[in-house]
């Protein structure tokens, strides 16, 4: 397995924005076959899918005027 290409931190995508979980805590993923650590997930919680759905809310309208071409790019 190439894991260059996994980043070393992954974090939530909300409004734009890599953002760390807000509590600050994350999970560490490791490769199940070698037991090398591979990358830390934010953990999230209630409070951090409140703001991922809130943002996906406040883009809805312009989002939904984007042709699915627009949207990919």
Not at 58 to 73: I, M, Y
Request: glycine share 6%.
């Amino acid at each position: 397995m190439n894991t260059a290409l996994i980043p070393s931190e992954i974090q939530n995508w909300i409004a734009g924005h890599a953002m760390p979980a807000a509590s600050g805590q994350t999970v560490e993923k490791f490769c199940p076959a070698t037991g090398k650590l591979l990358c830390r997930l934010a953990r999230s919680q209630a409070v951090d899918v409140r703001s991922a759905v809130e943002a996906a809310s406040r883009a809805k309208p312009a989002w939904a005027t984007l042709s699915p071409v627009r949207r990919g790019e």
